[in-house]
């Protein structure tokens, strides 16, 4: 059983950068595609970015151009780099892996951006 863990949550300012990480407990060149997705209050998780084995990455248009989701192979690690944050991005942010195994989900961390 796969298992992922997300890190780096915490509170910024507005305009402020922060970088989640995901270690995943097994090889991350097993999963077709990782993803991170957040989930405001009240709100529908959302797609934020996504990486496949082969292609281009994805982003939304609310990150496109201010997030990005880089990958340490070697650590089993993929990141989100979130710059010129705003208080709309405030949420519980999840990692997410899919593969031949099945889907996978972290635990998720809190990132709050607040003045």
């Known amino acids: 059983q796969v298992q992922l863990v997300e890190s780096g949550g915490g509170l910024v300012q507005p305009g402020e950068s922060l970088r989640l990480s995901c270690t995943s407990s097994?090889?991350?060149?097993?999963?077709?595609?990782m993803a991170w997705y957040r989930q405001a209050p009240g709100k529908q998780r959302e797609l934020v970015a996504r990486?496949?084995?082969?292609?281009?990455?994805y982003y939304p248009d609310s990150t496109k151009g201010r997030f990005t989701m880089p990958r340490d192979n070697a650590k089993n690690t993929v990141y989100l780099q979130m710059n010129s944050l705003k208080p709309e991005d405030t949420a519980v942010y999840y990692c997410?892996?899919?593969?031949?195994?099945?889907?996978?989900w972290g635990q998720g961390t809190q990132v709050t951006v607040s003045s």
């Open positions: 997410n892996a899919f593969g031949a195994s099945g889907e996978y």
């Open positions: 990486i496949f084995k082969i292609g281009s990455p």
């Open positions: 097994g090889s991350i060149f097993s999963f077709t595609n």
